[in-house]
């Protein structure tokens, strides 16, 4: 199964479908949001060149950063795909509240478990409702049909939010936390200090580490340090740049300050992981 709307003026698209194997141009589109389910059994899923395996009731949310291969499907999934052209997250995120929840820049893999059958059933129906409305040719098509990725993402948050333990009495730290991580994608490379963050979010650094221990999340210099890697390994293993021209677009003074907190981070120099990385990345494939 693989349905597909493109508007070719507009550049947008969306997609379902649940043959990813089969289809590598679209595990190619570094464009594409993806949130996937596994409606039963199991499949495996490389991820940054690490792999994963889902089993029957787990959806995993991955943002265009995430490099994504197929390994092993023994089970049923379905995958609901978009790009920004077609629905923009960060400009409709008072919408559905799915930014630095569902979709980050992080390593750190956006999992959970859906909650209940009838979760399972709305999910379930809103890809019936997607493949009866894809036939459909008229002016609304495209507007039915992002009300229904609205409606899928927003399905989506309230169970992410459920497994964090998120209620309407903690919601207000709930709601720091994820601006938060939204911030750190967005300014990871210009501003390396917690102060920076606490400020833009009108709080204390001592009122931020203690919403991240509430919900269990690691201190507030981790994230951050934890973004700026999670770049690194990317450039690192998906591109030829050079430690030094990495250096630069990370926002480091200069290479032997990068080289330094690489290694402090992950015990490897930048050659060591490219090497490792791309030497395991060969067996893999």
Same mark, same amino acid.
């Given at each position: ?5 493109? /508007? ?74 978009? /790009? ?17 929840? =569902? ?66 009495? /903690? ?11 939204? =911030? ?102």
């Amino acid at each position: 199964m693989k349905y597909v709307y493109e /508007n070719n003026k507009m550049k947008s698209k969306m997609i379902l479908c649940d043959c990813l194997q089969e289809e590598v141009a679209l595990l190619r589109d570094k464009s594409l949001y993806k949130i996937i389910w596994v409606e039963e059994g199991s499949i495996e899923l490389i991820i940054n060149h690490e792999r994963f395996i889902f089993k029957g009731g787990e959806v995993v949310s991955l943002s265009y950063l995430h490099h994504v291969d197929v390994g092993k499907i023994e089970g049923v999934y379905g995958a609901l795909m978009f /790009n920004s052209r077609f629905y923009h997250i960060i400009d409709h995120d008072d919408e559905v509240l799915c930014n630095g929840l =569902l979709f980050n820049g992080s390593l750190n893999i956006v999992c959970f478990q859906i909650p209940s059958e009838e979760d399972a059933f709305k999910l379930r129906r809103l890809k019936d409702v997607f493949a009866e409305e894809i036939s459909m040719r008229d002016s609304m098509q495209d507007e039915m049909l992002r009300l229904i990725l609205k409606r899928a993402i927003i399905l989506c948050c309230r169970m992410a939010r459920t497994k964090l333990g998120v209620r309407p009495q /903690n919601c207000a730290r709930f709601e720091i936390m994820r601006r938060f991580f939204t =911030l750190v994608d967005e300014y990871f490379r210009e501003k390396k200090q917690v102060q920076e963050y606490a400020d833009m979010l009108n709080k204390s650094v001592q009122t931020l580490a203690s919403v991240l221990a509430y919900y269990k999340q690691p201190s507030p210099i981790k994230i951050i340090h934890n973004r700026i890697i999670a770049e690194a390994e990317r450039l690192l293993y998906y591109t030829s740049k050079s430690s030094k021209e990495i250096a630069l677009s990370l926002g480091f003074e200069d290479h032997s300050a990068f080289s330094r907190f690489f290694k402090s981070m992950t015990g490897q120099s930048a050659t060591e992981f490219r090497n490792q990385a791309r030497h395991a990345g060969k067996a893999i494939a």
